[in-house]
């Protein structure tokens, strides 16, 4: 597709439960992010891919959470033994490789954690 | 620590009038500024952006912003308000390098009176 496929849009999970939440970035950008929206907490940084390099991973929240991304292009987030406070959308944007150029949204995944 | 700031959450304003959404960031160096809109449901989409240059940048959809050194402030505008243009709108820092990560403001929800 043209921009950045996220999938499902919406994830009801019951606590404790694993969930898995994947990201298309758009084709032949080197760059992956993935943020979280939330009430009171307003976007959050989580993790970043460029290429083959290591992620950086400062913005995870707990040990709970981890991302990978495979081929360089698909990038899976997984978060282990859900919480309430995990509810949020989960935003993944990409951008191509070159500096200062922009990032490229998907529409997100509304996870509910009940 | 890098942040960025809009002070108003909620703006109403009647459709034709004039709009100003306030945004101030605190960074050590120049940033990368940008300005995104969210529809419900939707994805963050790109309205402008700053990197360098003249400092009064016009945008998408009639928007257009100013980047004031001496103020931090990166101040989104438009002249007439259509009723299409209530969303929410996120002001950004972006990291000049590394990572090029955005550190987002708390977002201003626009209502539009007919």
Do not use: M
């Amino acid at each position: 597709g043209a921009g950045v496929s996220q999938s499902p849009s919406n994830k009801v999970t019951e606590k404790g439960k694993d969930v898995e939440l994947r990201c298309d970035p758009i084709s032949g950008h080197t760059a992956l992010y993935w943020y979280r929206q939330s009430l009171g907490q307003g976007l959050e940084f989580l993790i970043y891919f460029q290429g083959n390099s290591a992620p950086d991973k400062s913005g995870l929240p707990s040990d709970r959470f981890s991302a990978e991304r495979t081929g360089g292009s698909v990038s899976t987030l997984t978060i282990q033994r859900t919480q309430q406070e995990d509810s949020a959308v989960y935003l993944c944007a990409s951008r191509p490789g070159l500096a200062g150029n922009i990032q490229y949204f998907g529409a997100g995944t509304r996870l509910s954690v009940l | 620590a890098q942040s960025v700031t809009q002070p108003d959450i909620h703006i109403t304003v009647s459709e034709g009038a004039s709009l100003e959404l306030r945004c101030n960031y605190s960074y050590g160096a120049t940033p990368y500024l940008f300005w995104y809109v969210q529809s419900p449901g939707q994805g963050l989409q790109l309205l402008l952006k700053y990197f360098s240059g003249d400092t009064l940048v016009q945008g998408i959809k009639g928007f257009e912003a100013e980047f004031k050194r001496s103020q931090s402030s990166f101040n989104l505008r438009k002249p007439s308000v259509h009723w299409s243009d209530a969303a929410e709108y996120f002001c950004a820092v972006g990291e000049p390098s590394g990572t090029y990560k955005y550190i987002f403001g708390t977002g201003t929800r626009l209502k539009v009176l007919a």
